[in-house]
């Protein structure tokens, strides 16, 4: 067992036991104290804070948001929307059995997931932007319990509705679009299906809805259910109708083609009459369960005819002109050469493939999967046998050597989600999802399907472990990795006054918005940030130097999530003299632990209250350039420790405000407000009521209300 910061990290479920058994006796004498003190308290026109059920466990020790479950309703939602944005909702935390990073994105009483389909990814090309349905109230619109589409900044800033609202017009094609599909190339453009063709919208540009390209059968609604090929085509389907009588229609488009352009668009019907496949029935391809593009250089795409009981065990390798001739099974439960596959996910070049299954039919060793497309071999298997239900798989990005998987039913692993490299060598748990807990129906959307981030350092998926039912639930992001640091850090020139740096981006990048320069005179210790903000070039001109000296570099790469590389580049070194100065490669690269200074505390905490159980919070930042966000702690027993039991928001750098829509609103509140920077530091905690001291010991894992 390996704790950390009073956290268990691993394992031993001895222990956990032990835990979970003092949690018990400590929310019953806290129960207790809270019912006496309410006793005392009440009095004829006090209104007492309803009291959450007290369950066994707290998962992911998140004591106060577990605590506000009961409080998500009515949101204030009028307050929480300016200029068009609304307050972030993060809430940053650390899984507490994997030691991962996990960031909660949505805190709403409505639904609030990341797609409708699997194997999509929720970020656009870059990584910048986040696209997520919610069913939410929005001021200045009629609450009808639908979906609306939403965009999040990469960091969890910048929640905006789509602005698609103009008309009955672009509602409608909103409403009926069902998922996005971003484009491959462009972070600002998305797509979306309806009865008269594919529909663009531009999101950096108002939002701007143009119709991409027209479509026939007007009067059959369209969908994407693919993502975006790697050539940027999009596999545009008419919805199945439920006419046995009538088969779907499926419309290539290249994007890359101008429109009216020959060729741009490819249609033909997805009743290719195929006979004589074990396992296949013309009869049902009037229906499809699966299609995607297997992200292969030709474009080609699976489908998946309807069976008896969801997809038949056969599906089909489709050429991009659908020439019928040339279609081929891509895999089976019918043929000892071709496994059946569950939930398949393809590597950028499509040439390798991950899924739920066997290696090979009849092979006693179904678990996580990774083949060689091309040549029809196995490669490796990812996971232990095991038993399990509803496996989903992630390999959206361009990490050729990490893979995403859950699954539900009896497996140690289930609701977790696990990263597995693909040549075999390592798996392992990122993240305990605990949703589907409520104990109540679920919804589909609440199974822990995992997404992959462009550069594969995060993965998206939803759970309903902070509703107060498992039909509902929000989106969540672990962290599986941070970014590499840039590689080939040299020096391109160096006199006595300057010495010009350059540097390689590391060879996955997408998701990289720029980087931070270090500068040692210590060689392994004492680095110092020298660029004066994240800066998008290669070069770096460090112009502060003196004859005399010797000076040891590094640089970082950052996110546009705010993610820092954890360790540095390779290190150059230059000496600087009146007579010559020269320059080596000092260090290769990987050193951590290079910052361990904690930011200082921020300033002026204010706090107001605007109604009953809402309080806003004001702050001011510290002078400290490295900080990434901050932790709200909340309390009512008095000044809350600064530990994951007290955590209720954790907004970004640029934030220095802060409504609490879901305060007591019998018990005054008390706040901490810490600032963390992008190793991870935390200052010292803020207090108010004001108390900068930090001796307040751990509060009870439970407060009354």
Known sequence: MVVSNGRVRRGDFQVLRVKEMQRKICNFLCLITATGLLFLLAGPGVVLAASDPIPSIYYQDLVELFNRKSMNAPKPSALLVENGFWQTEIVIFRDVEYGSEV????????YSFHHNSVNRSPWNCDGSLISMMSARNVPGLPYEGWFHYFLIGAAGDSLRILNLYGNSRTRAVLDNGQITAWDRFSSSLMYFGYADGLYKVDVRNNDLMTLEEPLPNTSVRKQITSFVSENNKVLVNDRNTGDPTYFPMIYMIDLKKPSGSPDRVKSYSIHFNLTGIAGHDVATEDAYHD?????????????????????EMVTFRIPYDGDRDSISIAFTDYDPVYPYYSHPSWRYDGQYVVFGGQSRRGVDDWGLQCRNQATQTPVAVLTPLLTCSDI????????????????????????????????????????????????????YSTLPRPAQSPDGTKVAF?????????????????????????????????????????????????????????????????YVEISPALIP???YADNTVTSGHTYYYAVTSEEFSGLESDYLSNVPRASISTSSSNWDNYRAEGQKGWDATAPGQIGNLTVSQLS??????????????????????????????????????????????????????????????TAVDRQGNES?????PSDDSDVTPPAPVRDFR
């Open 684 to 688: 010292l905690p803020r207090y108010f």
């Open 392 to 443: 989903h798989t992630a390999w959206d990005g361009y990490d050729p050597d990490w893979a995403f998987a859950s699954c539900m039913g009896a497996w140690p692993w289930a609701k977790r989600i696990i990263k597995a490299k693909t040549d075999g060598s390592l798996t392992t748990p990122i993240v305990n999802t605990n949703t589907r807990i409520n104990g109540t129906s679920s919804d």
């Open 103 to 110: 960031w909660k994105l949505t805190n709403d009483p409505d």
């Open 537 to 539: 070039e290669l070069v």
């Open 612 to 673: 009953s159980g809402v309080f806003q919070l004001t702050w001011q930042a510290p002078s400290d350039k490295d900080v990434r966000y901050y932790n709200i702690y909340y309390s009512v027993a008095g000044p809350p420790a600064s530990v994951q039991e007290r955590l209720i928001a954790s907004p970004g750098r640029t934030s220095t405000r802060l409504i609490d829509w879901q305060a007591s609103p019998v018990f005054s509140p008390f706040y901490g407000v």
């Open 291 to 311: 299609l995607n593009f297997m992200r292969t250089p030709d474009d080609a795409w699976q489908l998946n005819y309807e069976g008896p009981n969801g997809g």
């Open 462 to 526: 939803t759970s309903s472990m902070l509703q107060t039912v498992d039909t509902k639930a929000d989106l969540y992001v672990a962290v599986a990795r941070r970014p590499y640091p840039p590689v080939n850090v040299r020096v391109l020139s160096i006199s006595r006054t300057q010495v010009l740096l350059a540097w390689d981006r590391p060879r996955i990048a997408r998701e990289t918005k720029g980087f931070h320069v270090y500068r040692s005179t210590d060689a392994d210790n004492q």
